[in-house]
Structures are given as structure tokens and as C-alpha cells.
């Protein structure tokens, strides 16, 4: 008698080895992950590998273009731009990783719990998105900055505040859609709770959607942060911030010193573009239909 040969294993069946197959099928998510990489980084090590301090003036050296010794040039008080820079991305990305993690927290619960029971638990929710989505969202944003106080916190509450109807209209259509498929009624004649269905057999369902949506919002996050920190609204000077450094550098552009707005504004270019190209990429490997 011969034993069965064990079943042979595929690099696929591992969660890493899906994520390898996904991003060699795909060489733009591959870039973007780079991309990604390179800003969490940036925002890790930066701070320590900087040439300059990003606080330290220098009223003899303000005002200076590009050199090697200051790559991006320096700012009206002698500042060099390019810390400021290198060392903004780890507030940045923090403020955007922060309020997106918590619109997709709270607007999931809210869009799963409506749209399974429906009722007028459904009926409430929606009201209550209509109410955010009938202000422009960057005012919305500006009015609670404003009533609560432009602290790095608030931003993120605030950000995240306008970022909830669209993960909760999301999940509100996926699971409306699946509470009545064939395999969340096969769930439940197994045995299964209400809650542990719509947990572990729907909501996966909902999640490769949702994984586009987070890349976006992440970088409208970013943009959001910029632009509050642009109007006055946002990070306090003299704290490193995209946004800032843009608006400071604005009033010298009319005198030639270029500089100080366009590489602060390339920075927060590429991140919001890195993000953008990162939603399908997401979406591939929490797709389970990609894992077959």
C-alpha cells in the first residue's frame, strides 16, 4: 500500500504569494507600490536623514535657488526647503492614512448594519449622508476646522467627517445586493448569526470596491490637508506641511523665487497621483474571485 502524494501547493494559494502574482501581472500596481513605499519611507526616515534642521533660519542664506547644498532652494527665512519637504510627508501621509482609516471604520458599520436590516435604521442613515453631501465638502470641512480649532486632530476629524457617506453608500449597495445571494442564505442554514453572515460571508464581498475608494480618498485626504493648511485653516507655521509651504511660496513667485511653491506642490502631486494608481492594485488582491 503507497501513500497519496500530498496535495501540490501553488504559490497563489498563500496570501503573499497572491499578492506577488498580482503585482507581477500588473507592472503599473507594481510602480505604484514602489511609489508607496518610497513615501512611507520618506515619512519614517526622513526626518533623521535630512541634511538640514527643517525649523533652523538663517536670515544670510534666505531666498537661495537650488544648489548642492540646498537641493530645493531655501525659503524667505533661510530655511531649507527640501527637509521641509522630505520631513512634511510623515505629517501628510499620517493625516491622511488617520482620517481615511477612520471614515472606513465608521461608514462600513453604518452602511453594513442599513444595508442588511434596511427598515428605518436605512431610512435614517440616509438622511443623515444627504445632510453631509448637501454641503460642499471642503466648506463642510473648513466649518469644522473652524468651530473646533485648527489642530492636526481636527483636521483628521474633519476629513474624515466628509469621507463617511462614500464608504457607507458603498457598502449600503454591496450588501443590499448579497444579503439574499445563494451563499448568505446557505450561511445562515449552516448556522450562522446574522452578524457572523454579513461579517465573514458579505462584507468580503464589498471589499474590493472599497480598496478603489481608499486610494482615492487618500489622496483627496492629502489634498484636503493642503488646502486647509493653504487658507489658514490647517498645520500652524512653522510646522513642515505641503500646504503651507505652497502658500508661503506663492507670495514669491510674482519675484522669481520659484522654488519655494513648485517643489512643495510636486511633492503633493506625486502623492496624491502614487494613491490614484494604487486602487486597482488593492482592489486584485482583496478580490477573493482573483484568488481562484
Known amino acids: 500500500m503507497t501513500d497519496s502524494p500530498a496535495p501540490e501547493r501553488h504559490p497563489g494559494d498563500t496570501i503573499w504569494g497572491h499578492v506577488a502574482h498580482v503585482l507581477r501581472d500588473n507592472p503599473v500596481t507594481l510602480l505604484a507600490f514602489g511609489m508607496v513605499a518610497f513615501l512611507v519611507g520618506c515619512a519614517l526616515f526622513g526626518p533623521s536623514l535630512v541634511p538640514h534642521d527643517p525649523l533652523a533660519t538663517n536670515a544670510a542664506r534666505a531666498l537661495e535657488p537650488p544648489s548642492w547644498d540646498h537641493w530645493f532652494g531655501t525659503d524667505n527665512l533661510g530655511r531649507d526647503v527640501f527637509s521641509r519637504v522630505i520631513v512634511a510627508t510623515r505629517l501628510d501621509l499620517t493625516i491622511s492614512v488617520a482620517a481615511v482609516a477612520l471614515s472606513f471604520v465608521l461608514g462600513s458599520l453604518l452602511g453594513a448594519v442599513s444595508g442588511y436590516w434596511g427598515g428605518w435604521l436605512d431610512a435614517v442613515l440616509n438622511r ?94 492629502i489634498l484636503n490637508a493642503a488646502g486647509l493648511s493653504f487658507i489658514g485653516l490647517g498645520v500652524r507655521p512653522p510646522t513642515p506641511e505641503w500646504g503651507i509651504m505652497v502658500a508661503e511660496g506663492a507670495n514669491f513667485i510674482v519675484s522669481g523665487e520659484w522654488w519655494m511653491a513648485v517643489f512643495p506642490g510636486l511633492w503633493l502631486m506625486l502623492a496624491v497621483f502614487t494613491f490614484n494608481l494604487l486602487g486597482d492594485g488593492l482592489r486584485d488582491i482583496v478580490d477573493p474571485r482573483k484568488r481562484t
Not at 144 to 166: M, S
Not at 185 to 199: E, F, I, M
Open 128 to 221: 443623515f449622508l444627504d445632510t453631509i453631501m448637501a454641503f460642499p465638502l471642503f466648506v463642510l470641512a473648513m466649518g469644522v476646522v473652524a468651530a473646533l480649532g485648527n489642530t492636526v486632530e481636527n483636521i483628521i476629524y474633519a476629513t474624515a467627517i466628509i469621507n463617511i457617506p462614500f464608504y457607507a453608500r458603498l457598502v449600503r449597495a454591496e450588501v443590499n445586493i448579497r444579503r439574499h445571494a445563494g451563499f448568505a442564505q446557505a450561511a445562515k442554514l449552516a448556522g450562522n448569526s446574522d452578524l457572523r453572515v454579513l461579517a465573514f460571508h458579505i462584507f468580503p464581498n464589498a471589499l474590493p470596491p472599497m480598496m478603489v475608494q481608499v486610494s482615492l480618498n487618500l489622496g483627496w485626504a
